[in-house]
């Protein structure tokens, strides 16, 4: 310190004030600190005000919450209306320390004090921001609003907050028409006000405050009340996301993905969307998990996706949990593991996703999750069911029909499975396959096949292969082995190897139909290699004995040890080489 700044220090506090001013403007902060701190001393509340930014911003002094809270209480007791808001936004954001000693009396052992941000104390936040308010500050009157709205449950008075909103903003303050902007949409019953809604948030956009200006590109976007200009709302979002607003990244990184007023440009979208991701937006993580699980221009890259949906999923996104949990399932990117599977799908499910609820209860059937899912699952379905929900009545049903959480009981199966038949095809099925053995009600060979048949109109490949063997045997209706030939191709192109085996069995002969041996072949082939027993069984006899023109004992022998490994009958290899020799 000078000899000047030393004569200055011992004449009048103001003096003081008035000279460590002038140094931190000429940025020689340590000195004007020095100074600061014997004006605080004598009492002076702008001096205890500048002393308690000093510690907070580490200017001309080693940065300290505790000693900046210990002044801003003190200046705030004084009645600095500064003071009282920065301490209130302290407490909101858990940063404020309560030291018990007098500043004046000098700095306590700090060396056990944790600075680390602390829970919010909206309590002593809502009292010094009240006393800053009622004192004409339209800062406070935002923050007391903002306490007011979204402060804990007990401390909320939206009508209030509103009034305070209402004040802020006719006094000019950005915040406050921000604030005022969102209570009048909460409020808003009709078009009219919500002209005023715009009104607001334009002018909150003007001082340029991110959330404001990302509104009202989202109002823009969708015409409410401002001029709709989608355009215009593109530039909103990038303006809004170049401020770090993360909601705003999300939807200018999907502008630039999909090309929608703006230039398409795939890696910028991208880039934008991991930002917002890495911002907390769980559905910014989700869609660049999407992305990483497409089939593009690279392959998929299911490792990089697992690790942005479990961000997601982490942050509550139902969607991201439940890929996660496939991805377990599937040990794609991950580690293959059923309960890890099940801990995630248990997340989605039970926050009502009926897909990873079937997911699970078909993982609870094979083994995987706690012992409390069986339960969970029911509930789930019978509480949907209860709604209307025909996919959640055929759940029900097989529930049932399984005993998975429930007493297997058939009858009551039939009875949610017929009501799901309305208009579920998997529910059609599995009715028309109890009417068909006779299980939960009386044997009808007829309604089995009516409902096979309307499931198949629905492509469901099970329906189609067991509606054409009803057809092809002449059970519960007329017989047409062409019919049920046709039949079993659609089912065929779906992959289903029955029925592909079933098309190998009449090309082979024996229901009236032209015998076509090497066609045979080749649909006993195709079930084969989707590991079809009987098909593996056929299709070692077809080339042992050269039965299509095609003579290989080697292959064959191969075919019939993976069908004798199936444990089809007659399927070992010297037993079958003796059949086609006698």
């Known amino acids: 310190m000078s000899f000047v700044d030393r004569i200055i220090g011992l004449s009048s506090p103001g003096a003081s004030l ?4 002038r140094l931190g403007d000429s940025g020689r902060r340590a000195e004007a600190f020095a100074l600061l701190a014997r004006a605080a001393k004598a009492g002076i509340v702008e001096a205890e005000y500048r002393v308690a930014r000093c510690y907070l911003e580490g200017s001309g002094v080693p940065p300290s919450r505790i000693e900046a809270t210990r002044w801003l209480k003190r200046a705030a007791t004084h009645g600095s209306v500064e003071a009282q808001v920065l301490l209130s936004v302290l407490c909101i954001k858990g940063l404020a320390i309560d030291a018990s000693t007098d500043p004046a009396a000098g700095t306590p052992d700090e060396l056990f004090v944790s600075e680390d941000p602390s829970e919010p104390d909206f309590a002593t936040a ?14 406070a009157q935002a923050l007391l609003g903002y306490i007011l709205t979204c402060g804990p449950q007990s401390a909320r008075d939206l009508d209030e907050a509103h009034l305070w909103y209402e004040r802020s903003a006719a006094a000019g303050c950005a915040q ?16 009219a006000p919500m002209h005023e809604v715009g009104d607001h948030l334009g002018k909150a956009a003007a001082a340029e405050l991110p959330s404001a200006i990302y509104l009202l590109g989202v109002l823009t976007e969708n015409g409410i009340g401002v001029q709709r200009d989608s355009k215009r709302a593109a530039d909103l979002f990038r303006e809004a996301a170049e401020k770090g607003q993360s909601a705003a990244q999300l939807r200018w990184g999907l502008k630039l993905i999909e090309g929608r007023d703006v230039e398409q440009d795939l890696a910028a979208g991208e880039s934008w969307l991991r930002r917002a991701a890495r911002a907390g937006e769980a559905e910014a993580a989700a ?20 690790s942005w949906y479990r961000r997601a999923a982490e942050a509550g996104h139902v969607a991201a949990a439940r890929a996660l949990g496939s991805l377990h399932l599937m040990g794609a990117g991950v580690t293959k593991d059923a309960e890890e599977a099940a801990r995630w799908l248990r997340v989605s499910a039970t926050a009502g996703d009926p897909a990873a609820q079937v997911d699970l209860a078909n993982l609870v059937k094979r083994g995987a999750g706690e012992p409390e899912d069986k339960t969970r699952i029911v509930g789930w379905f019978a509480r949907a069911a209860e709604t209307g929900d025909l996919v959640a009545a055929f759940n029900m049903g097989v529930c049932l029909a399984n005993g998975l959480g429930v007493e297997r009981d058939q009858q009551h199966a039939a009875v949610w499975l017929r009501r799901a038949a309305e208009g579920v095809p998997e529910a059609q099925y599995v009715y028309g396959r109890m009417l068909a053995d006779g299980r939960g009600l009386p044997p009808d060979l007829e309604a089995a096949r009516a409902w096979f048949a309307k499931a198949a109109a629905a492509d469901l490949p099970d329906a189609q292969v067991a509606l054409a063997e009803m057809i092809l045997n002449g059970r519960g ?7 049920a030939m046709e039949l079993f191709k659609k089912a065929a192109a779906k992959n289903h190897s029955g029925a592909m085996f079933a098309l190998g069995a009449l090309f082979a002969g024996g229901h009236g139909l032209a015998i076509d041996r090497r066609a045979a072949q080749l649909w006993f082939r195709a079930a084969a290699e989707l590991g079809h ?32 490994a199936q444990g089809i009958p007659d399927a070992e290899p010297e037993t079958a080489t003796a059949e086609m020799s006698s």
């Open 533 to 564: 027993g009987y098909a593996q069984l056929m299709l070692g006899r077809y080339l042992n004995g050269g039965l299509a023109g095609e003579l290989n004992p080697q292959e064959g022998h191969l075919w019939l040890e993976r069908a004798a």
């Open 477 to 483: 209706g007329s017989r047409s082995p062409a019919a």
């Open 287 to 306: 869609l660049v998990g999407d992305r990483y699980v497409r089939s593009g221009e690279v392959p998929p890259n299911y490792a990089e996706a697992a």
């Open 176 to 191: 406050g028409h921000l604030g005022y902007a969102l209570s009048l949409a909460r409020r808003a019953s009709d078009r």
């Open 126 to 139: 809502e009292k010094w921001a009240r006393s800053a308010a009622e004192a004409g500050s339209a800062e």
């Open 18 to 21: 008035r000279r460590a001013v």
